[in-house]
């Protein structure tokens, strides 16, 4: 199994706010990542963030760290349909070796 | 292109056979990575290279397993005498350097019957 772990499912109401979660496990891990994944297309980089940094805003994203419990959080403001996706954590460990959660697969209904 | 472009995007293939997956990064981007989706899964390693250079082939899962990249652009990831259990999507991605900004292609999906 994955080294990241997230929960699989999120369904969410239009203009609500979402929260996914993801724990991992290398705390030398410098960098942390949410990609995002619709169906048929390549994974998008949504935003990072540096081990060294409690929060990060970027628009509608909001990304929290918390490095003592190994726990990161993306929060979608005011999420719309085209919201709906796959999102993936990543860690960076100092091998350069990005390691991937499972993905959370996110559902927006009206 | 403007993009990591991945070729070809499906392949079906019988079991025994070999396959090469062709993978053009963005222009100028130092790092290529390989990396291998199964359904419902992340992406999991394979390889990376810098420039031409194979930094780190820990995740290629056996010797059947192979990856270059000649003239540090364009990288091939080779399996030979394919099996069932080979079937996943393969994805490619470049970063300008290693920062971890890795840019995805589309992927290769790989049917072994």
């Known amino acids: 199994g994955e080294d990241v772990e997230q929960s699989l499912f999120l369904s969410v109401r239009e203009g609500d706010s979402s929260v996914i979660n993801c724990t991992y496990t290398?705390?030398?891990?410098?960098?942390l990542y949410w990609y995002k994944q619709e169906p048929g297309a390549g994974l998008q980089l949504l935003t990072y963030?540096?081990?060294?940094?409690d929060m990060k805003q970027d628009q509608r994203l909001t990304v929290l760290l918390n490095k003592k419990d190994k726990h990161l959080s993306l929060r979608i403001a005011d999420t719309q349909t085209g919201d709906s996706a796959i999102y993936f954590c990543?860690?960076?460990?100092?091998?350069?070796?990005?390691?991937f959660g499972a993905g959370t697969t996110v559902t927006v209904r009206a | 292109g403007a993009g990591v472009s991945q070729s070809p995007r499906y392949k079906v293939t019988k079991r025994g056979q070999d396959v090469a997956l062709r993978c053009d990064p963005i222009?100028?981007?130092?790092?290529l990575y390989w990396y291998r989706q199964a359904l419902g899964q992340g992406p999991e390693f394979l390889t990376y290279?810098?420039?031409?250079?194979?930094?780190?082939k820990s995740g290629l899962p056996n010797d059947r397993f192979s990856a270059e990249r000649p003239e540090g652009s364009i990288s091939t990831l080779t399996i030979q005498r394919t099996e069932q259990r080979d079937s996943a999507m393969y994805r490619c991605?470049?970063?300008?350097?290693?920062?971890?900004?890795?840019?995805f292609g589309e992927g290769s999906r790989l049917t072994v019957l």
């Open positions: 991605a470049s970063s300008p350097r290693n920062t971890g900004e890795l840019f």
């Open positions: 290398d705390s030398s891990s410098t960098y």
């Open positions: 963030i540096f081990s060294n940094m």
């Open positions: 990543a860690e960076r460990p100092p091998d350069y070796k990005l390691s």
């Open positions: 222009s100028g981007h130092v790092s």
């Open positions: 290279f810098n420039y031409e250079a194979q930094q780190d």
